[in-house]
């Protein structure tokens, strides 16, 4: 029996950890649950239903409280943090954004496995994270949990190159986007996931993000890792050797496959999603991205090649932009600007050395200052 912790429960990853832990209770066991406070009965719910006796909340603590009955709550703006640092065998962590760098980090610093779904943690603080070691981290996004698998196939001396895949996001067949709308932009065509990675996959954002934390993940230098469009999103990614053979894991786009494989690696977990359906003909497409429709992709690479802070000025800036996005405040072809020119702005940033969680916290700030002055003067 694998004890589990699950940051960010009532989010689109947890609420599908979940799931596997529920059709696989001989396996796996849920000890603590946190999640932002924003739907406490939901939080609730999941506590009683698996029988949780520690929950984290970072808002809303008294009211809580008044409905945990005999169930532990902690709450303020560490309370992941405190959740992520119980001694468990793996630490789930579904919770979207950079603020997911702190538990991270508080995760291995208790010695715990950590199985990553927030891709910022890496993005922010890739050299705070990796500094407790690559075999203590498991991936959870699908592209990660693919490479993941097909690295399997031979030695790291062999790989050429790994080949991240994208859906192309909502707008991946419309060629003007001076109109988008948020209704739009929130309407994806393969993956129901939540509005924030929703609008970074419309804007490729998401796969700039995901280049620099495969480069963490896997320490690979950026010129082997690149992307290609695959609207089907039926082969999550790729790993290409140096004596041409290319392998690839497929499966149809679900969560649950990567976040099960997550939870019991190295061990898969049975019918964790449904498998590709052999008796029905299937047709899958690849294309290059074009840079000048996405020119998130280049951005990301630049900031990564940079170092330093400047990723975190990416993410960071990024954020902004889409809140101010979803706001009304700002165009959907601006949100990359923003990012472009707050990283631009920063530049310098790249030459500073990321030495704890407060640098990390400090250049996040300076970017959004940044970001925030520049969308004012865009109006």
């Known amino acids: 029996m694998r004890e589990i912790v699950i940051l960010g429960s009532t989010g689109s990853i947890g609420v599908q950890a979940l799931e596997v832990v529920a059709a696989n209770p001989d396996k796996f066991k849920v000890i603590a649950l946190a999640s932002g406070g924003g739907n406490l009965a939901a939080l609730m719910a999941q506590a009683q239903a698996f029988d949780v006796k520690i929950i984290g909340v970072s808002a809303h603590g ?34 979207t954004g950079s603020i997911g760098l702190g538990p991270t980090l508080a995760a291995l610093g208790a010695g715990n496995m950590v199985a990553l779904a927030n891709k910022e943690s890496l993005v922010a603080g890739g050299s705070l994270v990796t500094a407790f070691g690559l075999d203590r981290i498991i991936p959870v996004d699908s592209e990660h949990s693919a490479l993941y698998q097909c690295f399997m196939a031979g030695s790291r001396s062999e790989v050429k190159r790994a ?31 939540g509005p924030v990675v929703t609008i970074n996959s419309a804007t490729l954002v998401n796969k700039g993000l995901e280049i620099i934390e495969a480069h963490y993940l896997f320490d690979l230098p950026y010129e082997k890792i690149e992307a290609v469009i695959h ?3 039926v082969i999550h990614s790729m790993v290409e050797f140096v004596d041409g053979a290319s ?60 170092g330093g802070g400047l990723p975190a000025v990416f993410n960071a800036a990024n954020e902004v932009a889409v809140a101010a996005f979803m706001d009304g405040e700002l165009d959907f072809m601006a949100i990359v600007e923003i990012v472009a020119a707050t990283t631009l702005h920063l530049d310098s940033l790249g030459d500073s050395q990321v030495r704890d969680i407060s640098d990390v916290s400090a250049i996040e ?15």
């Open 231 to 233: 609207p089907q999103s």
């Open 365 to 379: 700030q300076d970017a959004r200052q940044v970001a925030r002055s520049l969308i004012l003067e865009s109006k």
């Open 62 to 95: 008294a009211a809580a409280r008044a409905l945990a009955g005999d169930i532990q709550v902690i709450d303020g703006p560490l309370a992941s943090c405190e959740i992520a640092a119980i001694t468990c065998d793996i630490v789930l962590n579904g919770i």
């Open 247 to 306: 392998i690839a894991q497929l499966s149809p786009p679900n969560m649950k496959g990567p976040i099960a494989y997550a939870l019991g690696a190295p061990h898969r977990t049975p019918h964790a999603t449904t498998a590709v359906d052999w008796t029905s003909t299937h047709t899958w497409n690849f294309s290059p991205i074009d840079p000048r429709r996405f020119p998130a992709i280049d951005l990301a690479r630049h900031c990564g090649t940079r």
């Open 163 to 193: 080949i991240l895949t994208a859906s192309g996001g909502a707008f991946r067949d419309r060629s003007d986007l001076s109109s988008v709308t948020l209704t739009e932009a929130l309407s994806h065509p393969t993956w129901s996931m």
